[in-house]
């Protein structure tokens, strides 16, 4: 072997030693890059489960799941936090409400509330607080912050439509309802409470419409009884029958839907099986006045006034304030030949139904002045004139919502309460 030869082999042995030691230096770089790199990542970890982001995250997990000291000890954490106080009180006071401790959950809310990022949940929660403590307009002051910041808050939005609701500002909340209804396609509840609201309007076809949009949402819901019901109340007002008993055919017996049935049979020309459907709802509950009311109207129908003026004369005499049973006793008596009573019957049918239309004026004025608790006081009288108690504290309520300090309705509610149940 030639000397040149000798050294270009030479050459050629330390380039490759050069090139593997080059590749394993870059390797190395590559695996200590890479150590610095997880470690770093670990670091950033460990500081954001162990920090205040951490702390706070785990205090809303803790929330979910109900455990109240898991709460208070992040709550304690995060408020001895430069920088992480609003953290603190938001966690504070979504606890409080979640305990029903509404006086206490609405200072920390309303501290809360003071950092941009927990304005709407804090003034949402707060909602949620005044509306379970009666205060609707602190509601409807809560939730309309709320909504201002983020209109497409609809949590926030189902507070303010309670509080409207509960304080008859009905066609105000009707036009919120409709909007979470539109926003939250699969909640059954919005078009629920639009049923029941045309319902009571005697708008029977808006609420089918809205029942049975609300059942479609979800054919299973906690109160389907309730609304199977008042559906089919509303088919009967309208002379359909038939829907009506397709509507109560799985529906839990009870004398509300005994008596709905009976009445569908009867519209039917099915006498027999509406007799027995009554006879079944008053087994339910012997004192259920449209059970009475309505087996009084078929037996009058059938010509049997005696036994028919004994049945409503009973009705009557449980619910003096209904005009339909004054009414229907009136024609009874009159059958039978006692005109003299069938003219007091007649006479109290008119006096109660003058009542009623007051009522009814009073319910449209209070939906045109939300604000005004003379109005719902009123409202309220008049319900506990008609024997609607649970209905006339309602409003009295409402009244105190909007004037804590109105004494007449403070009353009423205690003179309500004081009755036997």
Same mark, same amino acid.
């Given at each position: 072997?030639?000397?040149?030869?000798?050294?270009?082999?030479? %050459?050629?042995?330390?380039?490759?030693?050069?090139?593997?030691?080059?590749?394993?230096?870059?390797?190395?770089? $590559?695996?200590?890059?890479?150590?610095?790199?997880?470690? $770093?990542?670990?670091?950033?970890?460990?500081?954001?489960?162990?920090?205040?982001?951490?702390?706070?995250?785990? +205090?809303?997990?803790?929330?979910?799941?109900?455990?109240?000291?898991?709460?208070?000890?992040?709550?304690?954490? !995060?408020?001895?936090?430069?920088?992480?106080?609003?953290?603190?009180? !938001?966690?504070?006071?979504?606890?409080?409400?979640?305990?029903?401790?509404?006086?206490?959950?609405?200072?920390?809310? +309303?501290?809360?509330?003071?950092?941009?990022?927990?304005?709407?949940? %804090?003034?949402?929660?707060? *909602?949620?607080?005044?509306?379970?403590?009666?205060?609707?307009?602190?509601?409807?002051?809560?939730?309309?912050?709320?909504?201002?910041?983020?209109?497409?808050?609809? #949590?926030?939005?189902?507070w303010l439509a309670a509080a409207l609701y509960?304080?008859?500002?009905? @066609?105000?909340?009707?036009?919120?309802?409709?909007?979470?209804? *539109?926003?939250? @396609?699969?909640?059954?509840? @919005?078009?629920?409470?639009?049923?029941?609201?045309?319902?009571?309007?005697?708008?029977?076809?808006?609420?089918?419409?809205?029942?049975?949009?609300?059942?479609?949402?979800?054919?299973?819901?906690?109160?389907?009884?309730?609304?199977?019901?008042?559906?089919?109340?509303?088919?009967?007002?309208?002379?359909?029958?038939?829907?009506?008993?397709?509507?109560?055919?799985?529906?839990?017996?009870?004398?509300?839907?005994a008596t709905l049935k009976a009445e569908g049979?009867?519209?039917?020309?099915?006498?027999?099986? *509406?007799?027995?459907?009554?006879?079944?709802?008053?087994?339910?509950?012997?004192?259920?006045? @449209?059970?009475?009311?309505?087996? /009084? &109207?078929?037996?009058? #129908?059938?010509? #049997?006034?005696?036994?028919?003026?004994?049945?409503?004369?009973?009705?009557?005499?449980?619910?003096?304030?209904?005009?339909?049973?004054?009414?229907?006793?009136?024609?009874?008596?009159?059958?039978? /030949?006692?005109?003299?009573?069938?003219?007091?019957? !007649?006479?109290?049918?008119?006096?109660?139904?003058?009542?009623?239309?007051?009522?009814?004026?009073?319910?449209?004025?209070?939906?045109?002045?939300?604000?005004?608790?003379?109005?719902?006081?009123?409202? +309220?009288?008049?319900?506990?004139?008609? +024997? &609607?108690?649970?209905?006339?504290?309602?409003?009295?309520?409402?009244?105190?919502?909007?004037?804590?300090?109105?004494?007449?309705?403070?009353?009423?509610?205690?003179?309500?309460?004081?009755?036997?149940?």
């Amino acid at each position: 072997m030639t000397e040149p030869t000798k050294i270009s082999e030479t %050459a050629k042995g330390l380039s490759v030693r050069r090139t593997v030691r080059g590749r394993i230096l870059f390797w190395v770089a $590559v695996a200590v890059t890479g150590l610095l790199i997880v470690g $770093v990542s670990v670091a950033i970890l460990w500081v954001h489960e162990n920090g205040p982001e951490g702390h706070y995250r785990r +205090g809303r997990a803790a929330l979910l799941a109900i455990d109240r000291d898991a709460v208070l000890h992040e709550v304690e954490i !995060l408020s001895q936090t430069r920088g992480y106080e609003h953290h603190a009180w !938001l966690l504070q006071g979504l606890l409080f409400t979640q305990l029903g401790k509404l006086d206490e959950a609405i200072v920390y809310l +309303g501290k809360a509330a003071e950092h941009p990022s927990m304005f709407v949940e %804090a003034n949402t929660a707060a *909602a949620q607080c005044f509306y379970t403590s009666g205060m609707y307009l602190q509601a409807i002051t809560a939730a309309e912050a709320a909504l201002k910041r983020d209109e497409e808050c609809l #949590d926030a939005r189902r507070w303010l439509a309670a509080a409207l609701y509960d304080l008859g500002a009905l @066609p105000n909340a009707v036009e919120e309802l409709k909007r979470i209804s *539109a926003n939250a @396609p699969r909640d059954p509840r @919005p078009d629920r409470l639009l049923g029941l609201i045309a319902k009571d309007g005697e708008h029977f076809v808006d609420a089918i419409k809205f029942y049975r949009e609300s059942l479609r949402r979800d054919s299973q819901q906690p109160d389907l009884g309730a609304i199977q019901a008042e559906l089919a109340e509303c088919q009967i007002r309208l002379g359909e029958f038939a829907d009506a008993l397709d509507t109560l055919k799985n529906a839990e017996p009870t004398a509300v839907v005994a008596t709905l049935k009976a009445e569908g049979f009867s519209g039917l020309g099915k006498s027999e099986d *509406a007799h027995e459907w009554l006879n079944d709802a008053l087994k339910l509950d012997p004192d259920h006045f @449209p059970a009475k009311l309505a087996k /009084g &109207k078929l037996l009058l #129908d059938e010509g #049997d006034a005696d036994k028919a003026v004994e049945v409503l004369e009973s009705a009557v005499k449980k619910e003096p304030a209904n005009s339909q049973g004054h009414f229907q006793l009136s024609q009874a008596l009159r059958q039978t /030949g006692n005109t003299l009573r069938a003219d007091e019957e !007649l006479q109290q049918m008119r006096a109660t139904q003058a009542i009623e239309r007051r009522f009814a004026d009073l319910h449209e004025s209070a939906a045109q002045h939300p604000n005004d608790p003379e109005i719902r006081f009123r409202t +309220g009288e008049l319900a506990r004139q008609l +024997g &609607k108690l649970k209905l006339a504290k309602i409003w009295f309520r409402a009244a105190l919502a909007i004037d804590p300090k109105y004494t007449k309705a403070r009353l009423a509610i205690e003179e309500l309460d004081a009755l036997p149940q």
